[in-house]
């Protein structure tokens, strides 16, 4: 790649931030990035630039517990020959993203079912990948560390953007949990904010413009599906959708002889196809901790938990039941696994947690 022009901002990282933190509207840079936005003054490694859309979701009684990490992933290249020749809803455009989905293997048994109910199970976009926490890390560390030419380190890295819906609960997520920090490379030259860019487009909560958008409404208003949600990957699909049809679209979506629901199960479907990490393993039972079948497949003998059975209240007749209904069936565990102390300590205030409303 060249990197002799005569603009005013250095071919450098550092160069490529100060010609983003140049334009003031969250939206007009990934215009720019998109190719539908023109700047003679942009460095020529802008356009090296890689987006990363990160999305997280965390165990409901225990935040301190990471359980998905959704990211999705393209080069500013792969979308800008697209730029003005747009198909119907930017399908063509959405198909040259990468979607990846981790399931996080020392809580992947953890499931959100009361507050903020998702089904892990019930990913859309990309393959689920089961992943430890250190795997996790590195792959995100990667993400954010692309050479500019594949195989010469020599040659720098490539600028990167990070955008996400409220971003700033996934990002100290992360560095809580896996101890990942994003900014810690250096690459990241600007970060964008759904909830921001909505702001720019004149697209508010219904219940007023004092409240920042959830991601629910945000899919709607442009009558993106918004199926599964709270699971890590479909969340960050529908982030870095919504953010592509305000950066080309503005606030409203032209009218096409295609709908956005057949645009968006095209794209979830040639996502099936190419998005393939290399990290973590593709199956893993979160009912026996076995690597060659799912839980939904599971015909492993499971003993009764004994911390289960332990915790055991006398019925009206004062005899105590034979086994915990939690260890029977589907809802057999390990006792590793077990999860009965996390919601009984936040139900009974033994933990505090603030977070009760879904903002999404």
Known sequence: MSTNNTTAFPETINGVRAFFNSIPSQTDKLRYVLGRLTKPIAPRLAEATVVNCVDTEHYEWDHSKLTEIGLNVFASGDLRQYANTLEANAENMLKEIYFYHFRMLPNAHCINEKFCPGNPEANRFGNTRFATYAEGKAMLTECFNWDINQGRPQDGKCPSILIGHALHNDTGGLEE????????????????????????????????????????????????????????????????????????????MPKTGKTVLHSIEAVEATSRMYSNARFGISRYCTRCHRTNHFKKDCHARIPPCHKCQARRTPGRDGTLPDVHWFTKGRRAHLPEDCTWGSSIKVLHGLTRRTDWRDTS
């Open 177 to 252: 949990t896996i101890g990942f920090d994003p900014y810690a490379s250096g690459t990241v030259v600007a970060t964008l904010d759904t909830q921001q860019m909505a702001r720019e487009m004149g697209i508010y909560n219904p219940a007023g413009s004092r409240h920042e958008i959830g991601l629910r409404d945000l899919c709607y208003h442009f009558k993106i599906p918004y199926r599964d949600s709270h699971t890590a990957s479909n969340d960050a699909a529908y982030t870095i959708i919504s953010a592509i049809y305000m950066a080309l679209y503005g606030r409203d």
